[in-house]
């Protein structure tokens, strides 16, 4: 069918049809990579002699010394370390002496810490490199609406220990002893309503360098900032388009400023600077090796690596940041 006479189209006009019809045939990404200032590029994933090592949306840990990669994975009930290779090279856990594996976090002097549950108890605890206990770090001096307190996510940040409830939606910052410093009510700084609070749930937990810690809230399509100072801003809207959010898992930050967000849904990671504005989104549904199954979790290391987990025992993939 001829809508329009070759000879009464402008140029403008055939230009803003050649840019829609490339984002029709390759579902937006040609538009998104031409605005983007960064890409991301499949490199491998975390291997052992092997092949992929296999994993159920892990946790993703990055020793920012060696930039050694522990992967906790709570199905296997296992923690794994990669090289900044991503080849295996320790296992630990697996006898089941550590309980179920929540989290792991990497303390500068190579000690490690391991967010576990036990007969409904959570408990961090303190092991040696080789993964052997040294001792329990307990919780203390929490304020009366901490008293439920259960940890599920555990990240280490300059000196200080932040730990995520996901479920009761509360946040608390101690020192490395486990002595109470602060705490967030994620749900009353969200303006989410006190009856839906029991229905909300935290998708995704991280800390940037600067302290500021970052949440996704699926059920609001909302990635959210919130400083040390409890100020909170935040971005997202619902959809199946580039740029918009299904349901959102793991957040992480770099240093140019760029948020990265994966949607466990539509299979992507978003990406978005630090103006909240969308770049691009890269991975979507699929087996080629560039391909996500249901990403969650989120690392980022100092060779601006990205660690995805995901679905499927489709393990951990790597990706490769470039700035434009």
Not at 45 to 65: P, T
Not at 172 to 181: E, I, Q, R, S
Not at 206 to 224: E, H, I, K, Q, Y
Not at 251 to 271: E, H, N, P, T
Request: hydrophobic share 40%; glycine share 10%.
């Amino acid at each position: 069918m001829q809508l329009l006479c070759k000879s009464h189209i402008s140029p403008s006009i055939k230009l803003i049809g050649a840019v829609f019809l490339a984002g029709v045939m390759f579902g937006g990404l040609v538009c998104s990579e031409a605005l983007a200032g960064v890409e991301a590029t499949y490199l491998y994933n975390l291997s052992n002699f092997n092949g992929r090592v296999r994993s159920f949306w892990a946790q993703i840990e990055v020793d920012e010394e060696t930039n050694e990669i522990y992967i906790a994975d709570t199905r296997s009930g296992d923690i794994r370390i990669f090289n900044d290779k991503g080849m295996e090279i320790y296992r630990f856990g697996d006898d089941g002496s550590l309980g179920t594996i929540l989290d792991v976090a990497v303390k500068p002097n190579g000690d490690i810490l391991v967010l576990s549950r036990t007969i409904g108890q959570h408990s961090i605890i303190l092991c040696n490199f080789k993964g052997e206990p040294l001792s329990i770090i307990e919780l203390k001096n929490l304020p009366a609406d901490f008293s439920e307190f259960a940890p599920s996510s555990l990240v280490l940040r300059q000196g200080q220990l932040y730990l995520m409830d996901k479920t009761s939606l509360r946040l608390a910052v101690t020192d490395l002893d486990g002595n109470f410093k602060r705490g967030y009510d994620i749900a009353a700084l969200s303006n989410i309503a006190e009856n839906k609070r029991a229905a909300t749930e935290i998708g995704g937990f991280s800390v940037d360098r600067d302290g500021n810690m970052l949440f996704t809230v699926p059920v609001l399509f909302r990635a959210l900032k919130l400083t040390p100072a409890g100020k909170v801003s935040g971005f997202g809207r619902p959809g199946s388009a580039p740029g918009r959010f299904g349901v959102v898992g793991g957040i992480v930050a770099d240093d140019q400023g760029y948020f990265y967000v994966a949607d466990r849904l539509k299979s992507v990671v978003l990406i978005f600077d630090k103006d909240f504005t969308f770049q691009t989104e890269f991975g979507y549904r699929g087996f080629k090796p560039q391909n996500l199954i249901g990403p969650r979790n989120l690392g980022l290391d100092h060779n601006g690596r990205l660690y995805v987990s995901q679905l499927s025992n489709r393990g951990v993939s790597v990706f490769k940041i470039t700035y434009k």
